[in-house]
């Protein structure tokens, strides 16, 4: 069969799903694996949760070489006004996702048209935005004996055209921790605040505080960033809080820098909490969103290699302070990750992202080339 991509990843813009939700998603794209690869016995396959392995054993395999996409969308009400907007409330693929998948399936037709030399694994892996999957799945063992001695992937990029492709030798994603912190006080009327102990204050300190962090702690060559975006406080104008809490984000371009900045928050929230003299309760959760580190010697080849496609506008791009799971498995496993162009003026997350398709066909023919070359 030859595949519509198109068709494809309008199929699964249609249907997001939050991570380890993603059942009609796993649905369809077993549906499409199936017709793929019915009549190739030397193609195997399994389920992890919601998760796909397709295994592509190779006639003299020396290592295996592994395509990872990741299959879950976003809680994020779609604004695009396409025919083929998400049917699903309150869920979208808005970070591109839909392409990724459509991607993957693209690559697994071109490089199972033949056996190939060496093994090949195509992982779709769930719950990339909240449950760091792929730490998820490598730590269950789901891999097996399918672990991949070099794995790759990719990321659509909307600032960038298409035929542009965008990597480096070293940290192209930041790693990520999220911080929940809640400052417990003492709640009472507002015309006696001599008799409460006003959580929303503390609060209010910290966050000013905090901002030092990245401006006096932070190498400005390393850099770093500390976003809080969510804080509640109170119900109503005239009662004193008695808790506040905060949600936010670290990111950082190497994991040292990562735990120096989240000591440096826990630190400030401690002191601010004894100033005040109330408690504070702090979570610090890093699980799963390490840097995304290319490995040099795969990632020169790779870049090599697309330097040398006329078609191919390769930028050797620096680090940037979005986090991605797929830093987990490079951290266990060597490998590249890179971006490919969408050309759409509104960015990741954004409710009316909407990605130019061409990117597909350009995407399939020139990646698979690259993994053909490697495995065949």
């Known amino acids: 069969m030859a595949l519509d991509l198109i068709q494809i990843r309008r199929d699964l813009h249609q249907i997001p799903e939050i991570g380890l939700e993603e059942f009609k998603t796993q649905a ?18 399994k389920t992890w949760r919601t998760g796909i392995l397709v295994f592509v054993e190779g006639y003299n395999a020396q290592k295996t070489i592994g395509w990872r996409t990741d299959i879950d969308g976003l809680p994020i009400i779609e604004e695009t006004g396409l025919d083929f907007a998400s049917q699903h409330d309150g869920r979208m693929h808005a970070c591109g996702h839909d392409m990724h998948m459509t991607l993957a399936l693209g690559l697994l037709e071109e490089l199972t048209q033949t056996q190939p030399k060496e093994n090949l694994l195509f992982l779709f892996q769930p719950a990339e935005e909240n449950f760091a999957g792929g730490m ?14 070099e794995f790759y992937g990719l990321h659509v990029r909307p600032d960038m055209k298409v035929g542009d492709i965008a990597t480096n030798t070293g940290t192209l994603f930041a790693g990520t921790c999220e911080v929940k912190i809640t400052f417990k006080g ?58 506040a809490f905060m949600h936010g984000t670290i990111r950082a371009l190497t994991q040292d820098m990562s735990l120096h900045i989240q000591n440096r928050v826990k630190t400030i929230a401690e002191g601010v909490a004894a100033s005040f003299g109330m408690e504070v309760d702090i979570i610090l959760n890093p699980s799963g969103y390490l840097p995304v580190e290319n490995n040099p010697l795969l990632a020169q080849e790779l870049m090599m290699f697309f330097q040398n496609q006329p078609e191919v506008n390769l930028i050797n791009c620096p680090p940037a302070m979005t986090g991605e799971d797929f830093g987990y498995l490079l951290h266990k496993i060597p490998g590249v990750m890179f971006w490919l162009g969408i050309d759409t003026p509104y960015p990741l997350h954004h409710a009316k992202m909407s990605p130019n398709e061409k990117s597909l066909a350009f995407g399939v023919k020139h990646i698979s080339t690259f993994l053909k070359q490697k495995s065949y």
């Open 136 to 149: 998820l799945m490598y730590e269950d063992g789901a891999f097996g004996d399918w672990k991949p001695d």
């Open 186 to 243: 003492k709640g009472g009327h507002a015309a006696f605040p001599h008799q409460s102990n006003d959580a929303l204050v503390a609060a209010a300190y910290f966050i000013t505080q905090v901002q030092t962090v990245v401006s006096r702690n932070v190498d400005p060559i390393e850099g770093g960033v500390v976003t809080f975006g969510a804080m509640q406080a109170g119900t109503t104008n005239n009662v004193i809080s008695e808790t």
């Open 28 to 45: 369809y794209l077993l549906k499409i694996i199936e017709e793929l690869t019915q009549d190739k016995p030397f193609v195997k396959q």
